[in-house]
């Protein structure tokens, strides 16, 4: 506050004392022209310009200094769980949503906000093998697939980025808006990798996967065709959902 207070004082200084020295130049063109009186004027109004220009420099500069910032942050693991999943797909996706909002201002003015939302994933498919159920044979080397999951997006990354967005003083996006517009837009792009052709890659990567395995130890794998048949019933869960 004191260092505030002195800066205001030395920049009403400087800016009376360039007063006088224009009012003094101003006397002597009008009433009493002499040229070495001038050029005294010019050349002390010249140094206190440039003297305050030089003081405002410096305060910027000091104003700009960066401010020493001290952060920390706690992490506590809350739990821990095995799991044999296994990745064997990825795809990248983008979408493009449209959001739009109609309200009535005093229930009959409409008033619309609306948003170009871009948003870009990369999805990642695979399987949960502790669903899975088989029977071994031991005598004919024979692992028999029972049942087998369809393929999971195991971890969906997204990133929005938001065009035109049009809306009113009096019908603003909220954060609850553009939570929701981020929940539905993530949401429609899981349907939309469900639907699209990641799910069959999926199922035709394991089953390579499991045959070259057991092949590898002279073993085989029976009933291969419900791996074949998993990814459709991740599409009949999704349009019942």
């Not at 109004?45 to 440039?50: I, T």
């Not at 420099?57 to 992490?75: M, Y």
Request: hydrophobic share 45%; aromatic share 8%.
């Amino acid at each position: 506050m004191i260092a505030h207070i002195k800066n205001r004082m030395v920049l009403w200084v400087l800016a009376l004392l360039i007063l006088l020295n224009v009012g003094y130049l101003v006397y002597n063109v009008t009433q009493q022209p002499n040229t070495t009186a001038m050029m005294i004027s010019l050349l002390s109004l010249g140094l206190l310009l440039g003297a305050t220009l030089v003081y405002l420099l410096a305060q910027d500069k000091k104003a700009a200094t960066p401010t020493l910032v001290k952060e920390s942050s706690h992490t506590i693991m809350e739990s821990m769980q095995k799991v044999f999943k296994i990745v064997t797909a990825e795809g990248h996706f983008s979408e493009i949503y449209d959001y739009a909002e109609t309200r009535r201002l005093f229930s009959f003015i409409p008033t619309t906000k609306k948003a170009l939302v871009v948003i870009k994933g990369k999805a990642q498919l695979g399987f949960d093998f502790s669903k899975c159920k088989w029977e071994i044979n031991e005598n004919k080397r024979e692992v028999k697939l029972v049942e087998f999951p369809p393929p999971e997006v195991l971890s969906l990354e997204t990133d929005y980025q938001y065009y035109n967005i049009e809306e009113q003083f009096y019908n603003l996006f909220s954060k609850e808006d553009l939570a929701r517009i981020q929940a539905d837009g993530k949401q429609q792009m899981l349907q939309a990798v469900e639907k699209s052709h990641l799910p069959a890659v999926a199922a035709d990567q394991i089953q390579v996967v499991l045959k070259e395995l057991l092949h590898a130890r002279d073993w085989q794998l029976v009933n291969a065709h419900l791996i074949t048949q998993s990814p459709k019933q991740i599409t009949q869960q999704s349009l019942q959902g």
